[in-house]
């Protein structure tokens, strides 16, 4: 079941996150502020956060808003599922549902950043699968031979995804 996150969810996101040993250390206290600004004022300036649960119990998650001066473009921030639960289709469903959620808001694109180093390469086939294309590359831009990747999809009013 995919739902809006609720503020008892937050630890365990955060717990799974960390656990997919993709995020770096710095990335997950990021997250922390992120969901902390997310309940204190984000939520009211259109940022969204969804949850994957099974039994109450949550097992990924997606985090998007709308970006800043551009005419209904959004970004991905934050998508991430339970390391023994990738490829069973939950990322899929969330990232649908944030699709379809943009769709409805009348977005018209999606970017999502990355990095190129090898243990995001499983990330970056999985948005190639869901038909974003490569945007664009800033060399080092993360550190020395660790590229900035940006993916976007046209959001088309009235077109659902299958």
Known sequence: MIRNTDPEDISALIDLAQATNVFKPHEIVALREVFDDYYAKERENGHRCITYSQEDRPLGF???APASMTDRGWYLYWIAVEKGRQVQGIGSALLARVEEDIRQQG?????????SLPHYEPT????LKHDYHQASVLADFYADGDDLIVYCKRIEPGRVEE
């Open 62 to 64: 997606a985090y998007y």
């Open 107 to 115: 977005g018209r694109l999606l970017l999502i950043e990355t990095s």
């Open 124 to 127: 970056r086939r999985f948005y």
